[in-house]
């Protein structure tokens, strides 16, 4: 079994910063694409920010120049930096990877979620 596991959101003020960290355990062979989603109440889950197996990264339009990505492949974690954060960006942020097991093979896993509320 593999499983992802967030931690770090909560509560912040407007301009204020989270790192949001997604460890993956489990019988990994390889983790390829690792990325961040979110979903606000009312909408459709959209992706923030994807780093891939080599580092390139991906960024949504809204969040280009204040949320960074980036992952740790020694520990199988990916984080998400997020800075300069507005009310819009408040939603359920989750983390998805896309991991070869040793026995089911490719496929995609996700995370419980993690709130993060941005409000005064």
């Known amino acids: 079994q593999v499983q992802l596991v967030e931690s770090g959101g909560g509560l912040v003020q407007p301009g204020g910063s989270l790192r949001l960290s997604c460890a993956a355990s489990?019988?990994?062979?390889?983790?390829?694409?690792m990325g961040w989603y979110r979903q606000a109440p009312g909408k459709e889950r959209e992706l923030a920010a994807a780093?891939?197996?080599?580092?390139?990264?991906n960024y949504a339009d809204s969040v280009k120049g204040r949320f960074t990505i980036s992952r740790d492949n020694a520990k199988n974690t990916v984080y998400l930096q997020m800075n300069s954060l507005k009310p819009e960006d408040t939603a359920v942020y989750y983390c998805?990877?896309?991991?070869?097991?040793?026995?089911?093979?490719?496929?995609?896993?996700w995370g419980q979620g993690t709130q993060v509320t941005v409000s005064s």
């Open positions: 998805n990877a896309n991991i070869r097991s040793y026995y089911t093979g490719v496929a995609d896993y």
């Open positions: 489990g019988n990994i062979f390889r983790i390829n694409a």
């Open positions: 780093i891939s197996s080599g580092g390139s990264t």
